[in-house]
């Protein structure tokens, strides 16, 4: 097994050692930084500490394919929550989402900038806006699932179909047990 890998043949990404290397054209050695591999302790025992290194790997990557559209994963399910229901409240979406309300209205407000969602009177409720996609923002959102689509199958290309929906299923048991 070469430095800095798993036993599984991945790269270790948390491992630093020093190296001598001889410049170009000849002159005195010089030493750089090289991975060396790090114990992880008690943290590869938990399981929020994989999710969040999980995270960080699928945000990354979802940046990577759909940073272009200038969509954070935050706000694409901000975007999806109100397709697949137009006229949810504020609050609603706060609460489908997990967020507060100053969090829901700092998306609502930059989304609304850019003119892809639109707050309106709400039929039901006279204090509270019903939000629906604009025209643009359907455009958008048809575009940007496209590419999260792919971005998912991407990051899950290494599970058969039994295995995503295993974690698909845990994943959910841990977030609904709260």
Do not use: C, W
């Amino acid at each position: 097994m070469a430095d800095g890998e798993h036993q599984t043949g991945r790269k270790e990404p948390n491992a630093i050692r020093a190296q001598a290397t001889q410049p170009e054209g000849g002159g005195k050695a010089r030493r750089r930084k090289v991975r060396r591999p790090l114990q992880r302790g008690v943290l590869a025992e938990l399981v929020g500490y994989h999710l969040r290194r999980t995270q960080l790997v699928v945000f990354q990557k979802f940046a990577e394919q759909v940073g272009s559209t200038q969509v954070t994963p935050g706000q694409f399910g901000v975007l999806a929550l109100i397709q697949a229901n137009p006229g949810l409240n504020q609050s609603e979406l706060g609460d489908a989402m997990g967020i507060d309300r100053s969090t829901v209205v700092a998306v609502i407000d930059r989304l609304e900038t850019r003119g892809i969602v639109e707050r309106q009177p709400s039929p039901h409720d006279r204090r509270s806006n019903a939000l629906r996609l604009s025209a643009a923002g359907e455009a958008l959102f048809a575009e940007v699932r496209e590419l999260v689509k792919a971005h998912d199958r991407d990051i899950a290309s290494d599970l058969s179909a039994g295995e995503r929906a295993q974690l698909m299923a845990l994943l959910s048991r841990i977030a609904d047990a709260e």
